[in-house]
Nanobody
Framework: QVQLVESGGGLVQAGGSLRLSCALT????????LGWLRQAPGKEREFVAG????????YYADSVKGRFTISRDNAKNTVYLQMNSLKLEDTAVYYC????????????????????WGQGTQVTVSS
């Protein structure tokens, strides 16, 4: 059974940086495309960033474009989210999730397309 475990969340001041990690167990990361998604208090879960199974294509929400970078290391079965220039509105629980490789483009933004989800890691940005 595929399991995902996120780590790296925490409390950071606005303008600071964090690097989230998501480790996949029970399978091979290389057969999945991956997404990072987040849910802020009182809001719906939303897409943040995605990366194709071979890493050649990346996708970002407009709100994080230019500040966040998604990457993957298939040898380590781990996907990362480097978050720079953090803003108060980035405060949320961040989740990683797997996406079947036949999906592409707009499917990354459709949360119903994701198969397996991690338990989430809290990111809190303070002023």
């Amino acid at each position: 059974q595929v399991q995902l475990v996120e780590s790296g969340g925490g409390l950071v001041q606005a303008g600071g940086s964090l690097r989230l990690s998501c480790a996949l167990t029970g399978g091979s990361l290389s057969v999945w495309s991956l997404g990072w998604l987040r849910q802020a208090p009182g809001k719906e879960r939303e897409f943040v960033a995605g990366i194709s199974y071979i890493g050649g294509n990346t996708y970002y929400a407009d709100s994080v474009k230019g500040r966040f970078t998604i990457s993957r290391d298939n040898a380590k079965n781990t996907v990362y989210l480097q978050m720079n220039s953090l803003k108060l509105e980035d405060t949320a629980v961040y989740y990683c999730a797997t996406l079947r490789t036949e999906y592409s483009g707009g499917s990354y933004y459709d949360l119903s397309k994701y198969s397996f989800w991690g338990q989430g890691t809290q990111v809190t940005v303070s002023s």
